[in-house]
């Protein structure tokens, strides 16, 4: 049976907000953990847009969104959060009172938290892959199909057809190719979105028979049972070839969804959660909401309005985690018990 995890709070979300907020609570004793749906920290920043530089955080004339979240990370490692990525938090139920609530968490992976408080900080929900429009697909997904890479060796020994131009298609080609018996990658196009640096290495790889190029787009599937055993392709010039696969890997970007969210009994607004603006404390008691997710009169989604909700927000959670304890405001620059864990007192 797996062993439930008891901590004082979880947050949802490991975005740019997630991350702040686990500074705010750390100042505050409070210990954490974050659990995410992808495989590294950061939230639209790292996912949409890394490279990109961002004109509006306080101090940084211009910081790109990795720099932001790699700085983010480097701020709350102090106070030592467990992080838990590839995973979705899929149901929250209460089990306090209102005066002492309790909340238990469980993911999609199984595993099962229990905690004082839950700060949910899931930007605009889960990001979701978006699907090619192949008839039948689904009859392979989570078999043949897959959406994301989470352990390589799965697919050591297979035929794979990676679909895609971006940064995803390009790097799962340079990493299963000296895996998989074949990779094959197919773009509509012979110009791709991805790194420079990633299309010279796969050009290199093609130009060494080590892997296979295409153009065009798949139009149908073939196989059985939820095993692929080929797909047909259509090609610029009109015609349709047929290859060989056992798995199939398509990377055409992500949407964000509210997902389960929309289950655990809040109250919701057009897909956001409504909070105060003194605390940004959900309609259940001891559930906050910050940065994107939430909603109040003038809200800006903002990166910097999600860094104040957070720190509001812990201030509040302080006193469901310790209930008899007062909390005194303090200046990080006179918090003692910061210098003492960055080791400077
Ligand atoms: P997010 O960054 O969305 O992170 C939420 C995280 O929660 C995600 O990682 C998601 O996987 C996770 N999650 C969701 N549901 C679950 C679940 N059930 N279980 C586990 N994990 C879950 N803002 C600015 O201030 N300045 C800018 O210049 C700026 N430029 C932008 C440019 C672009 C192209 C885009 C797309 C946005 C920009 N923004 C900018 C907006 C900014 O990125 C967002 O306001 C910010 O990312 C919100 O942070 P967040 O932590 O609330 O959510």
Redesign the pocket.
Known sequence: MTETIVTDVVI???????LFTVFELGLLDVKVHM????SKPG???S???PE?P???IPGFPLVTGQALVDNLLEQCKPFSPTMHYG???ESVEVLGDATAPKFRLRTDAGEIFECKSILI???????QPKKPPITGIELYEGTSVFYAVRKMEAFAGKKVLIVGGGDSALDWTLNLHPLAERVTLLHRRDAFRAAPHSVNAMRELVGNGAMDLLLGQVTSLKGQDGQLQGAAIKHDDGTTTEIECNVLLPFFGLTMKL???ADWGLNLHENLVPVDTEKFETSVPGIFA????NTYPGKL????S?FHEGALAAQRVHRYVYPEKRLTFQYTTSSTSLQKKLGVA
């Open positions: 949802v979300g490991a975005g740019p907000v997630g659990i995410d749906i992808l939230g639209q920043c996912e949409l847009y990109k961002i004109y509006d995973e979705m938090v900080a899931a930007g605009g929900g889960s990001f997902g389960p969210i910050v940065g994107d997710i989604k903002l990166i910097l999600g």
